[in-house]
């Protein structure tokens, strides 16, 4: 079993920053990405950011140049630091790993996701 817990999400001013950080714990193997997901009232979940194997990164074009995610592989933790917030990035903050681990004296992989954290851009 793989969980993943999330904390920094809040309130903010636009223009202000915030930093998420989600911990990974459990009966993990590897993972291999690792990554921010964000979802608002009635619309599906987006991507925002990963950190894959090696410190390939991905961004979505909306948050390019004002967030950047982080990894440390010895925690299996990952950071999202967001910068010039804007209103429209409220949101919950999802985030992901693609993990494999142990779960009943098997080996499984596959997409595990934490309980999510409030991101809320004020005007």
């Known amino acids: 079993q793989v969980q993943l817990v999330e904390s920094g999400g809040g309130l903010v001013q636009a223009g202000g920053s915030l930093r998420l950080s989600c911990a990974a714990s459990?009966?993990?193997?590897?993972?291999?990405?690792m990554g921010w997901y964000r979802q608002t009232p009635g619309m599906q979940r987006e991507l925002v950011a990963t950190?894959?194997?090696?410190?390939?990164?991905n961004y979505a074009n909306s948050v390019k140049g004002r967030f950047t995610i982080s990894r440390d592989d010895a925690k299996n933790t990952v950071y999202l630091q967001m910068n010039s917030l804007k209103p429209e990035d409220t949101a919950v903050y999802y985030c992901?790993?693609?993990?494999?681990?142990?779960?009943?004296?098997?080996?499984?992989?596959?997409?595990?996701w934490g309980q999510g954290t409030q991101v809320t851009v004020s005007t």
């Open positions: 459990g009966t993990i193997v590897s993972i291999t990405t």
């Open positions: 950190s894959s194997t090696g410190g390939v990164t």
């Open positions: 992901g790993a693609d993990a494999i681990y142990h779960s009943g004296g098997v080996y499984l992989a596959g997409r595990c």
